[in-house]
C-alpha cells in the first residue's frame, strides 16, 4: 500500500512538473526583429506602413503642382515656407496621429524644395529658450525675440474609413485628404487625396 502510494506521489509531482514547463513555454512569445520598412499587415488596420506610404506619395504630389512654381515665380525664387498644422482623425480607429505628421514633416524637409518650420508646440519649448538665453548668454551669442520666420502656407488634413463586414470577410477602406492653405489669404493651393482599400480574411477565432 505504501509503495503504491509512494508512485501515485511521484506521478503526481512529474505531472505537476511538466504543467509548469509547458506553461512556461506558452507564456514566452517568441520575437523576430525585422528591417523597419518592411510591410507587415497583421490586424488588417492603418499601421506605420500605411503612414509612410500615404505621407510620401502626397507630399510628392503636392510639391509637383503649380503653386511651388508660382510661388517661387513671384517672390524672386524664394523657397515657400511650411507648417504642418492640425491633421484630424475622424476614422474608427484609433490612429496615432502625430506619427503621420512626423512622416509629412519628414517627407518635406527632405524634398529641399521648401522651408519648414516649428509647430506650434515646439514653439512654447523654443521661446522658452530664448527667454532663458536673454538671462544667461552672452550677448555675442543669445537669440533675441522678433526674428521668427512666419509660414506661407500650412497643411492642413483629415483621416477617414469606411469598413464594410459580412461573415469572415471584412474590406477596410482609408481615405486621407490633405490641403495646403495660403496664410496670407486662406486661398487653398492644392488639394490631396490618398485611398488605401484592405481585404481581410478572418479566422474563425478572430475578431
Given amino acids: 500500500m505504501e ?11 512529474l505531472v505537476l512538473g511538466l504543467l509548469v514547463i509547458l506553461a512556461g513555454c506558452a507564456s514566452t512569445p517568441k520575437v ?16 506605420d506602413a500605411d503612414s509612410r506610404m ?27 515656407t511650411v507648417i504642418v498644422g492640425r491633421v484630424r482623425n475622424r476614422s474608427h480607429e484609433h490612429i496615432n496621429v502625430q506619427t503621420f505628421v512626423k512622416d509629412l514633416e519628414r517627407s518635406l524637409i527632405n524634398s529641399g524644395r521648401v522651408q519648414f518650420v516649428a509647430s ?10 530664448r527667454l532663458d538665453q536673454a538671462k544667461h548668454a552672452s550677448e555675442e551669442t543669445m537669440k533675441g525675440p522678433g526674428e521668427e520666420i512666419g509660414a506661407d502656407f500650412m497643411l492642413i488634413g483629415t483621416i477617414n474609413t469606411i ?4 461573415g469572415r ?19 487653398k493651393a492644392w488639394i490631396g487625396e490618398k485611398k488605401i482599400k484592405k481585404v481581410i480574411k478572418k479566422s474563425k477565432f478572430s475578431w
Fill in 163 to 166: 469598413r464594410d463586414e459580412a
Fill in 120 to 129: 506650434k508646440g515646439e514653439r512654447s519649448g523654443v521661446r522658452e529658450e
Fill in 54 to 80: 500615404v505621407s510620401e506619395e502626397m507630399i510628392r504630389d503636392c510639391l509637383d503642382r503649380p503653386w511651388l512654381e508660382t510661388f517661387r515665380d513671384t517672390h524672386g525664387g524664394k523657397r515657400p
Fill in 169 to 187: 470577410k471584412a474590406v477596410m477602406f482609408y481615405q486621407t485628404n490633405l490641403e495646403l492653405i495660403n496664410m496670407s489669404n486662406n486661398v
Fill in 3 to 13: 509503495k503504491i502510494r509512494r508512485h501515485r506521489m511521484r506521478s503526481l509531482v
Fill in 32 to 47: 523576430e526583429r525585422t528591417a523597419v520598412d518592411t510591410t507587415i499587415d497583421v490586424s488588417g488596420r492603418w499601421n
